[in-house]
């Protein structure tokens, strides 16, 4: 999912990004409210609300998070709020879990209480429970709305909600890891399917999105771990990328992005004579070459690189990139020599090949086994 975001910036520490499906609601909002009541602004000022709203949640979240121990360095913001790419919680004791599932939605209370008790002070002629509660037309009933709503919908055990998260760790302890997770995903599917049915039935924008959103959710989390229960059979030798060009740290910018033109690759490992030293990206090559004129590589390149054996496991070595985000690539070595690159682009196409090069054995060989 991380690859469908926009990066918002980084702040105390923690990478903040935005998926695109909150981007592309931005449009969407816009346009509903050009068509309620001509104001496109509003429709814009709607967004922010539930963009606000989520901030909330992941405030009040990441604060009991780090509290209990736990270390936030990321986080991917959809409509529904953070998009759990581990869980945080695992090792957590019971109530230390319950804690850090409770804090986002509490936030959320706290916060749409907190709007509420201050609108009545205010003006106390508006009625706050009039329909629709969330809507362009009335942007100060709609921010409470907003916050109250976020909390309640994470109270849904579905994944990837906070009661979600408690539900699934349930389900493993008592059926074991993957029946546990399979039960979980199919509670997920079934609640973000109810939720569209009903935001159809009740003509409800913000219902239809939190459903969608939690079943892209739900279906990207299954699509991962299948993804990682394969890679833990294949090796780096499987799937690494053996037909890569390298560039030299004494390489200039321009003649380093010239060179990368005639390359289907992303990332190259930068070399110097036989000797790994880094990594650079060709949209890095680029940037600096416009920000700062023409330099040489190695002022510009990632020194970090993960090193591998061509008959290491995949898994470990995916585990040790994610771990290491300045890492964009995986170098595949023999007897110290470089004989290949694994990088994101390259795993995907080449896991999608292997896979289907390993159904077609499989059904070569029950073909052979029914004929004799």
């Excluded at 990441?62 to 270390?71: D, E, I, K, Q, V």
């Excluded at 110290?336 to 999608?352: A, V």
């Amino acid at each position: 999912m991380r690859g469908w975001s926009i990066t918002l910036g980084k702040y105390f520490g923690v990478e903040v990004r935005l998926h695109a499906i909150f981007v592309l609601s931005l449009p969407i909002i816009i346009m509903l409210s050009s068509l309620l009541d001509g104001s496109g602004m509003r429709g814009f000022g709607l967004w922010l609300l539930l963009l606000s709203a989520v901030i909330v949640r992941e405030v009040g979240h990441g604060l009991a998070t780090a509290s209990a121990g736990f270390a936030v360095d990321h986080l991917l913001l959809l409509p529904t709020g953070s998009a759990p790419t581990e869980e945080r919680s695992l090792n957590a004791s019971t109530r230390g879990e319950r804690f850090i599932a409770l804090s986002g939605p509490l936030s959320n209370f706290a916060a749409g209480i907190t709007m509420a008790l201050l609108m009545y002070a205010a003006t106390p002629a508006i009625n706050l429970f009039a329909q629709p509660w969330v809507t362009p037309q009335h942007l100060l009933r709609s921010a409470i709305w907003a916050q109250v709503l976020l909390g309640g919908l994470h109270l849904l055990p579905a994944w990837p909600l906070d009661a979600g998260i408690v539900l699934r760790r349930q389900f493993r302890r008592i059926r074991g890891n993957d029946p546990g997770v399979r039960a979980s995903a199919g509670v997920s599917h079934a609640l973000a399917l109810l939720l569209i049915i009903l935001g159809a039935a009740l003509t409800n924008a913000w219902l239809i999105v939190m459903g969608c959103s939690l079943l892209l959710s739900s279906r990207g989390d299954a699509i991962t771990r299948l993804g990682q229960q394969a890679a833990g059979t294949v090796t780096a030798a499987e799937v690494m990328l053996t037909d890569f060009a390298t560039l030299s740290a004494s390489d200039t910018l321009e003649d380093a992005l010239r060179r990368s033109v005639h390359s289907l690759q992303d990332v190259f490992p930068v070399v110097r004579g036989p000797i790994l030293v880094g990594s650079i990206h060709r949209d890095t090559l680029a940037q600096a070459l416009r920000a700062d004129g023409n330099g040489y590589v190695q002022g510009v390149m990632t020194r970090t690189v993960e090193v591998v054996s061509a008959d290491d496991l995949l898994l470990p070595a995916l585990e040790r990139m994610q771990k290491n985000r300045e890492a964009q690539l995986v170098s595949v070595m023999h007897e110290e020599k470089l004989i290949g690159i694994l990088t994101p682009n390259s795993l995907t196409q080449s896991m999608s090949m292997l896979g289907n090069a390993r159904r077609v054995t499989e059904l070569a060989a029950a073909r052979s086994g029914d004929d004799e």
